[in-house]
């Protein structure tokens, strides 16, 4: 049985486990101290995977691929990214210093990591398999949260890992590069991949294929806006640092 597409959800275990989240934010903040943007910030994040999870979107997600490649994105890389800014970095600098954690946040781990898990999920007998059992579709937002998570520590905090600013745009950039031909892919395709969709009643007068181009062009040009946003914040800031780097040493005297 699907829901109704535009019924609102309680999803009790979800809405623990951010309480749980938030609550161990707050603690943490009483011995690092943060400013009011970064807790902006993970509020932010916070109120993302509770709207993912109670709002009629999560209801749509079972009728529309669209609605759920939007959802997706947000817990994989809007909500993550969040999360890891809002974290004062002396925060970020005590939760990194476990050798797991500074393994799985070494760029060239963390980027295959959050690749694969998003690639994987994707596959259409997971995909499909996921929206027949809730269990499973837990197990694959929380991944994707985790993923996530790990994807942005390394561009958003120096510790354990300190990237200058012209590898964090490149970063970013390889980022959306090897995860937008997903999005793509699905645009293009002659024919709808996922028989979740394909097969099962319609509440909509979309067609399959239709939903799954939209999907796939939203798709993309969430994960541009996103990524090429970070882009920009850090090739300016390299553009900016090597410009004053030049002007303090042409003011030295020859």
Do not use: K
Not at 181 to 209: D, I, K, M, T
């Amino acid at each position: 049985m699907r829901p109704d597409p535009y019924a609102w959800n309680g999803h009790p275990e979800v809405l623990a486990a951010v309480a749980l989240l938030a609550a161990a934010y707050l603690v943490a903040l009483r011995r690092f101290r943060a400013p009011g943007w970064r807790m902006a910030c993970f509020a932010g994040g916070v109120a993302l995977l509770v709207g993912t999870a109670v709002t009629p979107l999560d209801s749509l997600t079972y009728h529309l691929l669209w609605a759920h490649l939007l959802q997706n994105v947000v817990l994989a890389e809007w909500a993550p990214a969040l999360l890891v800014l809002g974290l004062p970095p002396a925060l970020a600098a005590r939760l990194a210093r476990p050798r797991p954690l500074r393994l799985l946040t070494f760029p060239l781990v963390a980027l295959p990591l959050w690749l694969g898990n998003y690639f994987a999920w994707h596959l259409p007998r997971a995909y499909d398999a996921a929206l027949e059992n809730p269990a499973l579709l837990h197990l694959e937002h929380a991944s994707y949260v985790a993923t996530g998570i790990l994807l942005w520590w390394p561009v958003l905090h120096d510790e354990p890992w300190r990237l200058g600013d012209a590898l964090r745009s490149v970063y970013v950039v390889g980022a959306f590069v090897l995860s937008s031909p997903l999005g793509l892919l699905l645009a293009l395709l002659p024919q709808p991949v996922y028989g979740y969709y394909a097969e099962g009643p319609r509440a909509f007068a979309l067609s399959p294929l239709a939903d799954q181009q939209i999907a796939g062009i939203t798709m993309s040009f969430e994960e541009a806006l996103l990524f090429f946003a970070a882009f920009l914040v850090f090739f300016l800031r390299f553009i900016r640092n090597e410009e004053r780097g030049g002007a303090l040493e042409a003011a030295q005297p020859q």
